[in-house]
Each structure stands twice: as structure tokens, then as C-alpha cells.
């Protein structure tokens, strides 16, 4: 929340998002995700999500990349026309003048959502979506979103993976 006078941190956006309840509500439905711009490069912030959505969650994930054949052991598709079944969600790595581009196939795929992961926003996209009736996301980590609302998001985005009430001892 900004105090009154301050100026918007991205005066140049528009277009207002779902709110958290509504981001919930997409993942709840959700049966299937389609990664689109998965890499294999565990470098990659794709690379890193769908290690996550395939270990610790129940949706069916499929990773799109034209360049790739497999993907932690998955099958890459080639485009989302090529998915065995229809995504509900759509999330997208990918760069920012092919995001238009891509909300065109999410809404050819028959998706019910598009999703642009962190640092990605795209009004023209979002408009493009929204006219053919999709949910869309921007400027969101699909990961951090479902992990912060089933209890496993910690300080750094991540979980730490222990459960306990005591406070850990820190080496120096």
C-alpha cells in the first residue's frame, strides 16, 4: 500500500489484475498447467516452477518449448496446439513483444487462463485474452502464488521443507 501522495511504483499500468482471492480461485479449478518457454537450464526461473508444480502438486504440467524434446524426464511439446489435452492455465515465460502472440494461442488451445509470470505484463496481451473471455495474471509467480496459499511459502519464495514451532539456531 503507498501513502496518499506518493507516486504508483508503474504509473504506466492500466490494467488491474485478479485479487488474491481470485488468483486462488484459478488455482483451486486448475487441473492441468501448460509451462509455455519451459527450459531444461536449471538456471532458468521455468526450469525452477516446473520442478516444483510437477513435485508438489496434483496438476497435470506440460512444458512447451519448440527447442526441446524432454524436460525433467517430461515430454516437451512443440506448441500448445500440440498438447494432448486442453490447459486450463497457460503460464508463459516467455519475452515481451511475443506475449500477444501467445495470449492468440492460449485462447486457440481453448485455456481458461493466461498467466505471465514476474516481470512480465503485457496490456495488449491481457486485452487479447480478456476479449475471448480468459482469466489473466500478470506480473506473478504462479509457484510463489500456489505455495503462499497452501502454507509452504517462506521469506525467500522457497520452503525450507522442515516443520517445526522451535526456533532454528543459526551458525555464524
Request: aromatic fraction near 8%.
Amino acid at each position: 500500500m503507498r501513502s496518499a501522495g506518493a507516486p504508483a511504483a508503474h504509473p504506466e499500468r492500466t490494467w488491474e489484475g485478479p485479487n488474491q482471492q481470485a488468483r486462488f480461485a484459478l488455482l483451486r479449478r486448475a487441473k492441468s498447467i501448460a509451462i509455455v518457454g519451459a527450459s531444461n537450464n536449471p538456471a532458468r526461473a521455468s526450469y525452477f516452477v516446473a520442478t516444483y508444480l510437477l513435485s508438489s502438486t496434483g496438476y497435470d504440467v506440460y512444458l512447451v518449448n519448440p527447442r526441446e524434446t524432454e524436460i525433467l524426464g517430461q515430454p516437451v511439446y512443440a506448441s500448445l496446439h500440440d498438447l494432448p489435452v486442453i490447459p486450463d492455465i497457460v503460464d508463459v515465460f516467455r519475452r515481451h513483444d511475443d506475449l500477444p502472440g501467445v495470449a492468440q494461442e492460449a485462447i486457440d488451445a481453448g485455456a481458461q487462463t493466461l498467466w505471465l509470470q514476474l516481470g512480465s505484463w503485457n496490456e495488449d496481451a491481457a486485452a487479447i485474452a480478456e476479449a475471448a473471455g480468459l482469466s489473466v495474471v500478470m506480473d506473478r509467480c504462479i509457484k510463489i502464488e500456489h505455495a503462499r496459499f497452501h502454507g509452504g511459502l517462506h521469506l525467500a519464495g522457497f520452503d525450507t521443507g522442515v516443520i517445526s514451532s522451535r526456533r532454528q539456531l543459526l551458525s555464524r
